[in-house]
């Protein structure tokens, strides 16, 4: 394609809790600065920064993009904010890539923050504005409704149990007891995930992540660049991104095509003909268990209707033939909207990096995939990482 | 280099209950423009009928009612009625408002549902709410029809509609 | 190809009405805190000094924006500044016209970046730019911890 190679170098990323007292750009500042620290660059090496961050209604502030400029190290520098909802975390990174890939710069600095608590009296509210604000609005939809209506039809779809899908739920939250910026982090059993409040049947309360504060960065720079500052290298072999239709209701639910369509473009320009195999390490967006499972087999890793076979088989664990979601995941960790993405993407950059600490996946892996998603089921965001 | 320490404590709730904050009820209202499309699915809401679009090009009935065909890339070539009973493509049951707030318990349970709707495209559905039945009883492919408010009380709004019930 | 009907009349123009209704708390930040509470009890702004490139900021952060070094250093300078520039609004800022107009400025302090903008109470005779004004706080019980503990900036 005419395109450079692009590298990460460094990342940084703050707690994941549900209040915080630090504004959105402080925590941005926090993220952005450990992974220049980490790379081993100061800000004035850094050429242009793309900010990630999911809808202004959570924090509360219009422009959020200008908002978290200074902490982002954005002053006087090209600086632009990308938006696609959920997906923005893994977008994040493939705008920056776009930046030095194309020979616009050598180096890119990538921040995701995201303050939910500001919204009253409950961040979900924001959602309400995400349906169509003639057609469905005024039926006063929760978000919770559309995640549900989901789960059910992909759950009838492949004759699947709430046990089945609980046991994302189970994997993640203890993955995440390794994960320093946990914040749900919990020894949970499938009793207590299927005993959990019921908030729309078939979604109990451990079936979702929270609402969270919190920040992410990492540092994007060309191969010249890259040789210079590090011998670990981590390549972004793949990027992908496809959004699909806001009629929502007129699609068939059960499968996520648009991440498929994502994650071929990504597979394509990485050079993976056969995703299953030649992926060892795998981050899909789990905002609820059942996402994990339905996102696995959009991103090609397995057959349709067989990712909850495969989980309870032990497959995805961290000590299983696919690790998915090693880093405990949003379930576990937390989901500050935009950041959470970016938190996948870095765990895979450690992972491949063997700088895991605990959470390391056995095997050394080389090949790594992170997914996002967001809107009103609509995007998929992928990228591929490789040692 | 491993991330071991990470920024940021987290203010438990009486911390961030003591915490000075600076408070904003925003007054954000709004009128939006229906569009030719939309003005005509909600005065056929009024008049008791669904309204929906057809595109010559694809050959798809679809709802709701669009001045063009997102597919095809063209403008919808005209309007048609379809049924007001469809069948149940997926729901759920659910216990919170739109705020997270939680129903209280004699308070009847939410039963939101995607519905296909009779006469239109395979797959062409809207979201609506499912009522007077036993939430126990919903199954995927159920029969349902609308029941609609008495015509003094219709606005021309998607809530014409009370809910869909099984038929 | 453009679309077949169009409306020509915009008496014909139909719309849909609804709100969207959250409301926000907001933290104040860490260096948020330190400022507001500095004002509330102490009676002085707090700038904060990057003891990396020596730049002093109002308000406070917990980062410098140039350099990026974290910033612990922070130093009281008393409530008097100077004003850089003022403007008389006559309309609120949902469009609703003042009987009186209000008299909003920004006010800047010597060898400091940024500036806080506040209501102004000066006389229409002595308002220029460059003249030194001062902060006046509300009775210590009614402060809050927020910008509106500040009543006005006067003519020193």
Redesign the interface.
Known sequence: MGLRKVAIVG?????F???????G???S??A???A?D?AGL???DVEMVTVGSAPD?FD?VHMKGEYLL??A?G?NKQYIRNFVGGGTGVFAPIHGWMHVASGACDVCLVVCSEKM??????P???F??I?D??????????L??IF??????YM?TYGLSKTDIARVSVKNKNNALDH??A?VAEAVTLEDVLNS???????HRLDISPAS??AAAVVLVSEDVAKRLTDKPIWIDGVGWNLD?A?W?????YYPRYVEKAARMAYEMAGITEPQKQTHIAEPYDPFDYKELHHMEGLLLCERGEAARLTAEGYTARNGNLPVCPSGGALGVGNPIAATGLMKV?EIF?QLRE???KRQVPGKPKVGVAQAWGDLMQVGTVIVLRR | MNIEKVPVKGLTSEEYDKAIKISWQPKLQYAWDNGIAIGKYLQALKEGKILASYCNGCGRIMLPARSFCELCWRPTDGYTYVNDTGVVNTFAICHVNWDASRLKPDEPRHIPAVIEIDGASQGQGIMHIIGNVEPTKVTIGMKVRAVWKPESEREGSITDIKYFEPY | MSFKETINANTQLGYFEGAIPVSYQYTLGVAGNKFFQTLMNKEEFLVSECSNCGIKSIYPLIYCEECFSPIEKFIQIGLEGELYSFTECWLDYQGNRYNTPHVIGLIRFSGIKGGIIHRINVNPDDLKIGIKVKAKLKPKKERTGGIEDILYFEKV
């Open positions: 990342a940084g990323i703050t707690k809790v549900r209040r915080a007292e630090e504004t750009p402080e925590m500042y926090l952005a600065k450990m220049l980490q100061k800000l004035k209604a509360g200074s902490g190290g002053n608590s500001s919204c009253h009296p409950h979900q509210g924001a309400l504005t349906f604000h003639t057609t469905e609005q005024p039926l006063k939809p929760t919770i409704w549900a209506l989901e789960m059910r039809r009838e320093p910026s914040q409040e019921v908030l729309a049947e078939p979604v504060d919190g239709t009629y209701a007129t699609k068939d639910l870095i450690l700088e895991a600490g």
